[in-house]
């Protein structure tokens, strides 16, 4: 099989964005779990995968497919918009929305 192959089915199962396991993934396209994390590996730098293996998130996930999508409700922004500072830090400020992001989408607050 491809990598490009390969790359594109390992999309196509985490655009569900669901979690999904390693094993899971070489289960269903036939192929080892070392080369699915060479592909998640591979993938991550191009689109936003998140691996976990804490308690509360287990296995590889897609944290979103769409670059249009809402990621803070109305009352999130204007909540993180009143506790920053008034500096412009604007580099910071978008560094730490990305990880505040990430850590809403991996559900480690839940």
């Given at each position: ?54 308690s509360s998130f287990r296995g590889i996930r897609l944290l979103y ?7 803070f409700s109305e009352w999130e922004i204007s909540f993180l918009i ?29």
């Amino acid at each position: 099989m491809r990598s490009r192959f390969i790359q594109n089915e390992i999309l196509v199962l985490l655009s569900d964005k669901n979690v999904h396991t390693a094993q899971e993934i070489a289960d269903t396209l036939e192929i080892s779990v070392g080369t699915v994390y060479r592909h998640i590996n591979d993938l991550s730098g191009s689109y936003p995968i998140t691996t976990g293996c804490s308690s509360s998130f287990r296995g590889i996930r897609l944290l979103y497919n769409n670059p249009d999508e809402q990621i803070f409700s109305e009352w999130e922004i204007s909540f993180l918009i009143s506790i920053f500072p008034t500096d412009k830090n604007e580099s910071k400020a978008k560094s730490l929305l990305k990880k505040l992001y990430d850590l809403k989408q991996a559900s480690c607050f839940e």
